[in-house]
């Protein structure tokens, strides 16, 4: 069974840092890209970033660059998403998501169609 599964979230006054780690199980995560995404109450989901573990390219949205990092450990089969300078606008359930299609290369998207395995989410909570 394909599963990955999200931990790190908490409470966090602005201006500080978590780091999100998603453990992937049942598959090796050469060639699969992972995406990080997010849901705050009332809106609709959100890409954040997302890193293909074979060669380590990333990709992020506008919103998280330069303050959010993608990055992967394959030994430990797990991703992670280093934040920091948080925001209360950050505030939401963040999830992890893999690509519903093993790829050769990179193609960096946030769509979540192209994203088959989802993880149940940790909630982040920024306080201003």
């Known amino acids: 069974q394909w599963l990955v599964a999200e931990s790190g979230g908490g409470l966090v006054q602005s201006g500080g840092s978590l780091r999100l780690s998603c453990a992937a199980s049942g598959f090796m995560l050469d060639y699969y890209t992972i995406a990080w995404f997010r849901q705050a109450p009332g809106k609709e989901r959100e890409g954040v970033s997302c890193i293909f573990s074979t060669d380590g390219s990333t990709y992020y949205a506008d919103s998280v660059k330069g303050r959010f990092t993608v990055s992967t450990d394959n030994a430990k089969n797990t991703v992670y998403l280093q934040m920091n300078s948080l925001k209360p606008e950050d505030t939401a359930v963040y999830f992890c998501?893999?690509?519903?299609?093993?790829?050769?290369?990179?193609?960096?998207?946030?769509?979540?169609?192209?994203?088959?395995?989802w993880g149940q989410g940790t909630q982040v909570t920024v306080s201003s």
């Open positions: 998501a893999r690509s519903n299609l093993a790829m050769l290369g990179f193609t960096p998207t946030l769509d979540p169609r192209e994203y088959k395995y």
